[in-house]
T-cell receptor, first 116, second 112 residues
Framework: EAGVAQSPRYKIIEKRQSVAFWCNPI?????LYWYQQILGQGPKLLIQ????????DSQLPKDRFSAERLKGVDSTLKIQPAKLEDSAVYLC??????????????FGSGTRLTVV | GNSVTQMEGPVTLSEEAFLTINCTYT??????LFWYVQYPGEGLQLLLK?????DKGSNKGFEATYRKETTSFHLEKGSVQVSDSAVYFC???????????FGTGTRLQVFP
């Protein structure tokens, strides 16, 4: 089966600019996650979708970050305006039935964002 | 809250050496446990998993056993290869939120 697709792979922007990331999950996976992975750290969940509804966005900095999942398939994550501390790899993952049932997640290759 | 603690890296080994990466967890109930691997420049890949106590997950020569009594899920491999050089993440599922909680990762470097 095709994996989780993410684009772009790399992005360099200046602080205060805006940026958007795109994710296409595995077909049929109802649950979609965006994680932020800062260099040297484990991934941190930003937002979790179930179909096109938000399940958990408690860790999303809503003053600058936004995400949507229209039609319950593709998703976009936006940062506006970006700060230096947003430099990280942004990982998208999808799951058939949720982590707790042992399915785990399938991750995309990620988008490496550098804010200068 | 739920959390995962991994041994700090880097772990540096010669090829064919025995590998152990320690992982312990704190959780309410009985979470599923996972090991993910991240090769340089790539995303996270599921390496193995265990969904209940005493289960052993295995893949590509790696093994980990779900130990409820010690709340541990240590990763082992009998003979590492240079190609195993990567960052390894231990994770658990949170039953309340159905999301994965990751440890900080352990970098493994294998030299010929």
């Amino acid at each position: 089966e095709a994996g989780v697709a993410q684009s772009p792979r790399y992005k360099i922007i200046e602080k205060r600019q805006s940026v958007a990331f795109w994710c296409n999950p595995i077909s049929g996976h109802a649950t979609l996650y965006w994680y932020q992975q800062i260099l040297g750290q484990g991934p941190k969940l930003l937002i979790q979708f179930q179909n096109n509804g938000v399940v958990d966005d408690s860790q999303l900095p809503k003053d600058r970050f936004s995400a949507e999942r229209l039609k319950g398939v593709d998703s976009t994550l936006k940062i506006q305006p970006a700060k230096l501390e947003d430099s990280a790899v942004y990982l998208c993952a999808s799951s058939l039935a949720g982590a707790d049932r042992g399915y785990g997640y399938t991750f995309g290759s990620g988008t490496r964002l550098t804010v200068v | 809250g739920n959390s995962v603690t991994q041994m700090e890296g880097p772990v540096t080994l010669s090829e064919e050496a025995f590998l152990t990466i320690n992982c312990t967890y704190t959780a309410t109930g009985y979470p599923s446990l996972f090991w993910y691997v991240q090769y340089p420049g790539e995303g996270l890949q599921l390496l193995l998993k265990a969904t209940k106590a005493d289960d052993k997950g295995s893949n590509k020569g790696f093994e980990a056993t779900y130990r409820k009594e010690t709340t541990s899920f240590h990763l082992e491999k009998g003979s590492v290869q240079v190609s195993d050089s990567a960052v390894y993440f231990c994770a658990l599922s949170d039953r309340d939120t159905d999301k994965l909680i990751f440890g900080t990762g352990t970098r493994l470097q294998v030299f010929p």
